[in-house]
Each structure stands twice: as structure tokens, then as C-alpha cells.
Nanobody, 125 residues
Framework: VQLVESGGGLVQAGGSLRLSCAAS????????MGWFRQAPGKEREFVAA????????YYSDSVKGRFTISRDNVKNTAYLQMNSLKPEDTAVYYC???????????????????WGQGTLVTVSS
């Protein structure tokens, strides 16, 4: 599975962005999908994940209520809608995929085999 993110950019605090993760090579309809982010000098951290079976969604506490993960299996694409953005949301955002969640329920980057190259999100204050 190849993943390509898009939709990043520069936005003012309080604004919104929608990231897309387009998959190719095979369908992701039977894959769990996750979004992670990495700020300069920091480790990659979990943002959100979505299952393939019942579309259950999981979020980090830092984005809960502001971000929404979704998927369109017909378009073979996952999305991350980001609202009420804050300067601390500035990071490179990566999408990831695999067949099943691991022991952390998709919150660890080690549970995903497939990764995109990332898209930069910069939130100005």
C-alpha cells in the first residue's frame, strides 16, 4: 500500500485544514488507518485512528473535539479534518495504515506498516 498525504499548509490560529491520505496499490477498505504528527525535536505522536469494520474513531486528548478522522473506501482515501487549530498543532502530519490495530489500539506508530511521506501543517499565532 502506498500512501500520499496532501492538504497541509499555513493557517492562522483558529482556522481549519483538511488533510487527505490517498492510497494506491490495494484497497484500504480492510485496513485500519491512523494519523500521527511530529513536531521539530519531538517524537512522532498519535493523533487519530479509524477502524475498517465499524468506522470506530479514536483520538488523542490534545485533539479530541477539534479534529475528525474519516474515510471513504470508494475513493480509497482517509481524511483528517482539523478545526480550531492552535500553534501547538504545528507539525508534519503522517497517515499510516495496517490490517489490524495492535495492542495499543492503533496509538503506537510501531503498529503500522504503511506510511506516507508527510505533509507540513503550520499554525501561526
Amino acid at each position: 500500500v502506498q500512501l500520499v498525504e496532501s492538504g497541509g499548509g499555513l493557517v492562522q490560529a483558529g482556522g481549519s485544514l483538511r488533510l487527505s491520505c490517498a492510497a494506491s496499490g490495494r484497497t484500504i477498505s480492510d485496513h485500519v488507518m491512523g494519523w500521527f504528527r511530529q513536531a521539530p525535536g519531538k517524537e512522532r505522536e498519535f493523533v487519530a485512528a479509524i477502524s475498517w469494520s465499524d468506522f470506530s474513531q479514536y483520538y488523542s486528548d490534545s485533539v479530541k473535539g477539534r479534529f475528525t478522522i474519516s474515510r471513504d473506501n470508494v475513493k480509497n482515501t482517509a481524511y483528517l479534518q482539523m478545526n480550531s487549530l492552535k500553534p501547538e498543532d504545528t507539525a508534519v502530519y503522517y497517515c499510516a495504515g495496517d490490517r489490524f490495530f495492535g495492542t495499543s489500539g492503533g496509538r503506537s506508530p510501531h503498529e503500522y506498516r504503511y506510511w506516507g511521506q508527510g505533509t507540513l501543517v503550520t499554525v501561526s499565532s
